[in-house]
Structure formats: C-alpha cells, structure tokens
T-cell receptor, first 110, second 116 residues
Framework: GQNIDQPTEMTATEGAIVQINCTYQ??????LFWYQQHAGEAPTFLSY????GLEEKGRFSSFLSRSKGYSYLLLKELQMKDSASYLC???????????FGGGTRVLVKP | NAGVMQNPRHLVRRRGQEARLRCSPM?????VYWYRQLPEEGLKFMVY????????ESGMPKERFSAEFPKEGPSILRIQQVVRGDSAAYFC??????????????FGAGSRLTVL
C-alpha cells in the first residue's frame, strides 16, 4: 500500500515563502506530483519529480529525495491567489494512477 | 482543446435513486480515472479505465458502484441506490497512452452529488 503524509493547513503572509512537506511510503515509485486545487475547482498540475533534486518553475519549486521518501513544494513571493489546497501524489512503478495525500490548505494573509 | 468535460456539474438525488456521472476525456487521451473527494479531504482513487477495459478498480466499493468507458461515447460512473454517504465531489481525469515522461493526469471540474 501507500502512505502519503502532508500537513493539513499552513498560513503565510503575502510576499513570503512557504514550504509544504510531503513524506511517502510506497512499495514502488515512478514519480511524485504536486497539484493545486482552489475551493470548488479542479486540481491543476504544478510539478513532477522522478529523479532526486530540485525542479524550478517560476515562483514554484519542487524537491525530491527518493531515499528519504520525501518531497517539498516551495512557493515564493506568495500572492493572495496562492490561497488553495496543495496535493502531493505518488505514482507507483506499475500502472499510471496517482495516489494522493490529504492535501495542505494554504492561507495567504495580507 | 476543451479539456476534460464532466456532466452534470451538480446532481441531487434522493436515497435509493441512481446517479450517472459522465466524463469525456481530453482529445487524444485514452486513459480515464475516477476519484472521489469528500469535503476538506484529499482525492481517493476509485477506478482506472481504457476504452472497453477496466484496468484497476481497486478503489471501487464492491456494491452499487460501476464504471465503464465504451468504444464510443463518454466514460460513465454509475451509483445505484444512493445513500447519504455517497454525497461527494466526483472528479474524472484523463491522460495520454502510457509512455515516457510525466504522463500528467488532467482533471475535469468535477460532479457534485448531493443525496437527500
């Protein structure tokens, strides 16, 4: 089976940086994904890591350590529109489906 | 490209009725996934289908739930004899055929089922 853990909620100030951690245990691994979901809307793809290291995409970066079963999503220069849930998901070596963590609700305050 | 289309967006049913949720994948995508999301919770995998084939239904409840993806037409998630606990948002996602790379799942806007 798979166990994916991430904090339930985080609060940060506009313009600041927030780091959302995700730990996972899986019997096989073929990639870690981060999605953003605004309330009442569809999840949208943010980033994908399959090798160790940092992937940077504008204000968002994602890091992966496969040996530690650990990833983080880094959001820089926070904007009010970044208030959303951030979902960590793991894809197993066999198959294509994603297994999601419970999501981290980020609230950006002025 | 219209993206993943789900309908209805909102559905209200009384206990014991049937709910049918439809999903048309993105153009060029041949894999469909259904997820359920309860309020304030993450996405729970239900079923993964290709055309005329169920690949993985490990997340489907054993009774009352079924899914299909026929050769022609959208994928259908069917819930028979609905109960209040079935009230949730049901999201469909699609992806291209298996291949190298991210093979990202693209989600639809969801169908919100309310059981009275």
């Amino acid at each position: 089976g798979q166990n994916i853990d991430q904090p339930t909620e985080m609060t940060a100030t506009e313009g600041a940086i927030v780091q959302i951690n995700c730990t996972y245990q899986t019997s096989g691994f073929n990639g870690l994904f981060w999605y953003q979901q605004h309330a009442g809307e569809a999840p949208t793809f943010l980033s994908y890591n399959v090798l160790d290291g940092l992937e940077e995409k504008g204000r968002f970066s994602s890091f992966l350590s496969r040996s530690k079963g650990y990833s983080y999503l880094l959001l820089k220069e926070l904007q009010m529109k970044d208030s959303a849930s951030y979902l960590c998901a793991v894809r197993k070596a066999a198959g294509n489906k994603l297994t999601f963590g419970g999501g981290t609700r980020v609230l950006v305050k002025p | 490209n219209a993206g993943v289309m789900q309908n209805p967006r909102h559905l209200v049913r009384r206990r014991g009725q049937e709910a049918r949720l439809r999903c048309s994948p993105m153009k060029g995508h041949s894999h469909v996934y259904w997820y359920r999301q309860l309020p304030e919770e993450g996405l729970k995998f239900m079923v993964y289908l290709q055309k005329e084939n169920i690949i993985d239904e490990s997340g489907m409840p054993k009774e009352r739930f079924s899914a299909e993806f026929p050769k022609e037409g959208p994928s259908i998630l069917r819930i028979q004899q609905v109960v209040r606990g079935d009230s949730a948002a049901y999201f469909c996602a699609s992806s291209p055929s298996l291949g190298a790379g991210a093979n990202v799942l693209t989600f639809g806007a969801g169908s919100r089922l309310t059981v009275l």
